[in-house]
């Protein structure tokens, strides 16, 4: 819980640098990439888990193979490093990205079914969402065939369940008290 508050509060220097000198896009791409990197790539969090290597050889590392990335972001990576915090990166980027999100006003929501809705349908549920929301929302859909029908939303905390095996399960549980 305490590395993710860190992380929180990294990504959130590093926003407020990047809004601040003008290469939020930038820095943006950068923490993407990162973020794919360490969700992606095994043998890289191994390394940034490491206690063995040094700093210094991390650091040398990540600039070739962050070398093209903005300045602020490069710099950022080296301090993170110095601090030793080399293991959070993906921690960091993922709160990044939730925190530009924030900042630009997209809500993420998540929208899963039995089997791909039509847009008609779709349609019809976001804009029941959007009426009590702030904000652009950026839709996912995911498909679990284990709902047998019906969906579920999901957003920032909040869940919407609608689904037939729930229905199913909470009928169940009615009739066998």
């Known amino acids: 819980?305490?590395?993710?508050?860190?992380?929180?509060?990294?990504?959130?220097?590093?926003?407020e640098l990047a809004i601040e000198q003008g290469n939020?896009?930038?820095?943006?791409?950068?923490?993407?990439?990162?973020h794919k990197v360490c969700s992606?790539?095994?043998?890289?969090?191994?390394?940034?888990n490491s206690p063995i290597i040094k700093s210094d050889k991390k650091i040398s590392i990540f600039?070739?193979?962050?070398?093209d990335f903005d300045r602020l972001s490069s710099m950022f990576i080296d301090l993170i490093a110095k601090n030793r915090r080399e293991y959070m990166l993906g921690d960091i980027a993922a709160s990044f990205d939730?925190?530009?999100?924030?900042?630009?006003?997209i809500v993420p929501v998540t929208?899963?079914?039995?089997?791909?809705?039509n847009a008609k349908t779709k349609d019809m549920i976001m804009e029941k969402?959007?009426?009590?929301?702030?904000?652009?929302?950026?839709?996912?859909?995911?498909?679990?065939?284990?709902?047998?029908g019906g969906f579920i939303v999901r957003m920032d905390d909040k869940q919407i369940d609608a689904s037939?095996?729930?229905?199913?399960?909470?009928l169940k549980q009615r009739l066998t008290r």
């Open 111 to 117: 929208l899963i079914s039995a089997k791909p809705l």
């Open 1 to 15: 819980m305490n590395s993710t508050k860190a992380a929180s509060r990294y990504a959130k220097a590093l926003l």
């Open 98 to 105: 939730a925190q530009l999100k924030a900042h630009k006003g």
């Open 40 to 48: 992606e790539e095994k043998e890289f969090v191994i390394l940034l």
């Open 164 to 170: 037939i095996a729930t229905q199913f399960k909470n």
């Open 129 to 148: 969402i959007s009426a009590s929301v702030k904000g652009k929302l950026e839709v996912n859909e995911e498909i679990d065939e284990s709902l047998i």
């Open 24 to 34: 939020l896009e930038k820095v943006s791409a950068d923490m993407a990439y990162m």
């Open 63 to 67: 600039n070739s193979l962050f070398g």
